[in-house]
């Protein structure tokens, strides 16, 4: 799995991966939907996502403060891994294939964006 940027996960909160349960609503609505989630599923994966965001603010805190993106970066890719791993103990394979093929539409459609900050202004250079 490639490094993910802070950008591209900033861009994940803004999806709906948010650190709050007003945030995840969305996000789970959305997986619930998708992924054809029983109650079950539903409950276990907002807990896992709850956990995700709560370490995911932490890191990007840590990142404001101290100016080291790359350890951060790199610490925030585990926190990925972790929470795909504990999805998987949730999710079937089918579902899985699906969670796996929304994250990744995700990150494409953020980097079509400038910067990976939201679209370009009109007369913005695209980098």
């Known amino acids: 799995m490639k490094a993910l940027s802070l950008a591209t996960l900033a861009v994940l909160v803004t999806l709906g991966l948010g650190a709050n349960a007003q945030e995840r609503g969305p996000m789970l609505d959305r997986l619930q ?72 539409e995700m990150r494409a459609g953020q980097r079509g964006r400038a910067g990976g900050r939201g679209p370009a202004r009109e007369g913005q250079r695209q980098q």
């Open 33 to 104: 939907t998708a992924l054809g989630l029983s109650d079950e599923q539903t409950v276990e994966v907002g807990k896992i996502l709850g956990e995700q965001a709560e370490e995911r603010r932490a890191l990007m805190q840590e990142a404001r403060d101290t100016g080291d993106r790359r350890a951060v970066r790199d610490r925030m890719q585990a926190v990925m891994v972790s929470t795909e791993k504990k999805l998987g103990e949730v999710l079937n394979e089918e579902q899985m294939a699906t969670y796996r093929e929304m994250m990744a």
